[in-house]
């Protein structure tokens, strides 16, 4: 079993950043599929950001050029550094992981069913 520990998130001004953090127990980052998604009330969850085992990332294209992924190994944690955020990027978001396919392969970033580990979630809010 994956536990996810999430921390960071808040209260910034449009243009500001912030960093989140999200820590497996059980496992090392490095055995798994990782993910970020958020969600706005009325709105389903969507997948922001993912990190395969190997590194390989993909951002959604509301957030490419903006947010990034980091990983500390010896920490076993990986972050969602968040750039110029605009007042529609507050949401709740969760860090989300899953095993890798047999193929080292890795649930799309959009199929939120595909990663059944879930962290706690942590509000950010932009404002204008």
């Known amino acids: 079993q994956v536990q996810l520990v999430e921390s960071g998130g808040g209260s910034v001004q449009a243009g500001g950043s912030l960093r989140l953090s999200c820590t497996a127990a059980?496992?090392?980052?490095?055995?798994?599929?990782l993910a970020w998604f958020r969600q706005s009330p009325g709105k389903e969850r969507e997948g922001v950001a993912s990190?395969?085992?190997?590194?390989?990332?993909t951002f959604d294209d509301s957030v490419k050029g903006r947010f990034d992924i980091e990983t500390d190994d010896a920490k076993n944690t990986w972050y969602l550094e968040m750039n110029n955020l605009k007042p529609e990027d507050s949401a709740t978001y969760f860090c989300?992981?899953?095993?890798?396919?047999?193929?080292?392969?890795?649930?799309?970033?959009?199929?939120?069913?595909?990663?059944?580990?879930w962290g706690q979630g942590t509000q950010v809010t932009v404002s204008s």
């Open positions: 990190i395969t085992a190997r590194g390989f990332e």
């Open positions: 059980g496992y090392t980052w490095r055995s798994l599929c």
């Open positions: 989300a992981a899953a095993r890798p396919f047999p193929d080292h392969t890795c649930p799309a970033r959009e199929f939120r069913d595909g990663y059944p580990f």
